[in-house]
């Protein structure tokens, strides 16, 4: 049937097509002109408005800094993350767990691929640091550590960085904010379902 | 959304009259439509290059709808190459058809669904339903018209013709659910609760597509709770139906639409979640992955050197946001899942002008040319709606001259008006009016009159009248 149907449909839009489109014109890529500094502050503030809880610290106080929010939680963490980070923490090696045993954890840690600014947007690419996607669906806390040198400003460049990723076939998830639902009667309410919280460890640059 | 199709059950006009009675729902409707409509403009203000964007998305659109078909094999081979299957449906029967048999190949009589109107328009839930298999929709408001047993009013908030007090009681007499306030908070906890088990419990999951990426294989959907991740993500099994349209060439290519849709839509920066995936990553996600390539009458309006320009739609709702008629009658007027101005022009076009009630639709408009101002891919809604009035001949559709009529009444009844022409109308209406009747219309109206008087023109203007009408209502 789905053959049959492939044919019909290809010759249909053949038949209504000239098949030979003009030459599309792809803008060049914006490179930023704004400084760093700019780019991070301004990062900071959008992925605030959209509820994220914000913080900006230099690298060498990251241990510190989870030690203070997770307190008592138990997390759960991706390979890849250094392991001072992990020592810092009641932390468990994702080993494949099931959705029903990720259920336990009730805060997961990762780094991100890029970060885009115009948007307060954070990306994974599900590489190193950062886990299956379902890692961080299920625990109820989302702490993601973004380095100054992976903000970027606009969308299109943040597309650009994540060629390579898409190129090799990986998954990616857009986080902009906890999850959100305006269904009712357009109020915002947080974690509807996905992590109701979602913490951005901004790392600065310096030391 | 949950029930639908895109066969209107009635013209227009009929179903407008009844809609209009409901007072709740037009509060409702106004208040969403307001709140966003504002929003929207700031968040576009902030984007100094948008109309770079706008011209850059329909070029982008353009460019893959007149090389289809390379595009379309180049996605599937992608697809394929990374472990996933591709189905090709013609119709909404064939793709009911597909997407029942893969369930029914996993043995299982439940699945869980993301938002989706490419879904709707296939009527897929009662299709699944008469083969014994029940669908939750899981976005919240499509959660609620489903348990309502009610239709959606808006492709982006399904339910906004609910208010809370409605949704509390709903919640109680379906879920159970022991709710002691209306709060917002509250029911979507109630919503949590309840859908977290069937995320975790169910092996196939079905959803739409916002955009596919050809050269990547690379599918991508667009939300804000979450629950499409959950779908995506947690089961087994995942079946995605996409209109053929919205294949995009590159990768490169999805970063004008993820500016453009975002902010036409929810009027947000960036949407909360969306979730990108090519294929099956091992070890990651649901381990067979189905997309459905639907045409259903996509392949017709491609043909149509002139609608065409419709298939560029990425179904943001900002038309239908701007939109005068809209905001009064409501999403149920249009009869179909896809209301609106850009529903005015897609669903007759969809049924090949072949369906009367449909093709009431390019009549239910003030020609105002919001919805063309609004519209992220530049889609000329009016244009093309004045095209189709043109297309629909008495032959295709009998009534059409009673219908087209009565829609005319009651726009001018109601005092929306082809504002670009009236205006100019108004001004010369002296001239116009001969014995209390408009004799002929100037420019393109000029065939409506060839034949039959109109009565004059209100005396306000739209806007004038607009404005009174909000005072009072407030
Ligand atoms: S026609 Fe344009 S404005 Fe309307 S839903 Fe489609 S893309 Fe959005």
């Known amino acids: ?197 979602l913490n951005l460890f901004i790392i600065t640059p310096g030391d | 959304m949950s029930a639908g199709g895109i066969r209107p059950s009635q013209p227009f006009p009929d179903a407008a009259r009844e809609t209009l009675q409901d007072a709740q729902m037009r509060r409702n409707l106004r208040h969403a439509t307001t709140t966003i409509r504002e929003k929207r403009l700031q968040a576009v203000a902030e984007l ?55 369930v029914a190949a996993h043995g299982v009589s439940e699945v869980i669904k993301v938002k989706s109107i490419s879904t709707d328009e296939i009527e897929l839930n009662a299709a699944l339903e008469a083969r014994g298999i029940h669908a939750t929709e899981t976005d919240l408001a499509e959660l609620i018209v489903q348990l309502a047993e009610d239709r959606p009013s808006h492709i982006l908030v399904p339910a906004i013709h609910k208010n809370r007090a409605e949704i509390r009681e709903l919640f109680r007499r379906k879920l159970g659910a022991q709710l002691l306030t209306d709060d917002p908070k509250v029911l979507a906890e109630a919503a949590r609760v309840y859908l977290r088990e069937k995320f975790l419990a169910t092996k196939v999951a079905i959803s739409g597509a916002n955009f596919a990426i050809a050269d990547t294989g690379t599918v991508c959907i667009v939300e804000s709770e979450g629950n499409g991740r959950m779908c995506l993500t947690l089961p087994e099994v995942l079946i995605s139906v996409m209109g053929i349209e919205k294949v995009l060439p590159t990768w490169p290519d999805i ?63 900002a038309c239908l946001n701007v939109c005068p008629v809209y905001e009064r009658t409501g999403g149920h007027a249009y009869g179909s899942v896809y209301p609106g101005p850009i529903g005015a022009i897609l669903t007759p076009q969809l049924l090949q002008l072949d369906d009367a009630n449909a093709n009431s639709l390019p009549w239910a408009s003030s020609l105002c040319g919001a919805c063309y101002d ?15 009035r043109g297309q629909i001949t008495p032959h295709k559709t009998p009534n059409v001259e009673s219908i087209a009529m009565k829609t005319a009444a009651w726009i001018f009844n109601e005092s929306y008006r082809f504002e670009g022409a009236i205006k100019l109308a108004r001004t010369g209406q002296g001239p116009l009016v001969q014995h209390g009747a408009v004799r002929a219309l100037p420019g393109m109206l000029g065939g409506w009159t060839s034949s039959r008087n109109l009565p004059p023109f209100p005396p306000q203007s739209f806007r004038e009248l607009w404005r009174k009408e909000e005072q009072r209502e407030q």
């Not at chain 1, 009730?106 to 990306?123: P, R």
């Not at chain 2, 990374?82 to 048999?101: C, F, K, S, T």
């Not at chain 2, 891919?377 to 009016?382: A, E, G, L, R, T």
């Open chain 1, 1 to 197: 049937m789905s053959s049959e149907a492939r044919l019909e449909i290809l010759t249909r839009i053949n038949r209504a097509t000239s098949g030979h489109p003009p030459a599309l014109e792809r803008p060049p890529i914006p490179t930023s002109t704004r400084p760093s500094a700019e780019i991070l502050a301004q990062f900071a503030e959008y992925a605030a408005e959209y509820r994220a809880h914000v913080q900006q610290m230099a690298q060498a106080d990251i241990p510190e800094a989870l030690a203070k929010l997770l307190a008592g939680k138990r997390v759960l963490v991706p390979e890849g993350l250094p392991a001072a980070w992990r020592a810092a923490l009641d932390s468990t090696p994702d080993n494949g767990q099931s959705h029903a045993e990720l259920t336990h954890f009730q805060a997961v840690l990762t780094t991100c691929a890029v970060a885009i600014a115009e948007t307060g947007t954070v990306v994974l690419d599900h590489g190193s640091g950062q886990g299956r996607r379902t890692l961080t669906l299920i625990p109820d806390q989302h702490v993601c550590v973004v380095f100054w040198h992976q903000i970027v400003e606009s969308v299109p460049e943040g597309v650009a960085t994540l060629q390579e990723a898409v190129t090799a076939g990986r998954p990616l998830t857009w986080i902009s904010g906890p999850s959100a639902t305006s269904d009712i009667e357009l109020s915002r309410v947080e974690g509807v379902h996905g992590p109701r919280s």
């Open chain 2, 374 to 388: 609004a519209c992220p891919v530049k889609i000329n809604i009016p244009e093309i709606l004045i095209y189709l």
């Open chain 2, 255 to 317: 970063a004008p639409f993820m500016q453009l849709l975002p902010r036409s839509s929810t009027a947000e920066r960036m949407n909360p979640y969306t979730s990108f995936w090519s294929g099956v990553t091992p070890g990651d996600g649901p381990q067979e992955f189905h997309l459905i390539l639907l045409d259903n009458g996509r392949t017709d309006v491609l043909a149509d050197a002139v609608g065409r320009e419709t298939l560029r739609c990425i179904r943001c709702s």
């Open chain 2, 48 to 102: 100094p290059y948008w109309e770079d964007l706008r011209t850059q998305g329909a070029a982008i659109k353009d460019v893959v709808l007149d090389n289809l078909a390379e595009h379309l094999l180049t996605l599937e081979a992608s697809v394929k190459r990374l472990g996933g299957h591709v189905h090709w449906a013609q119709n909404a029967e064939e793709a009911q058809r597909l997407v029942a048999d893969l």
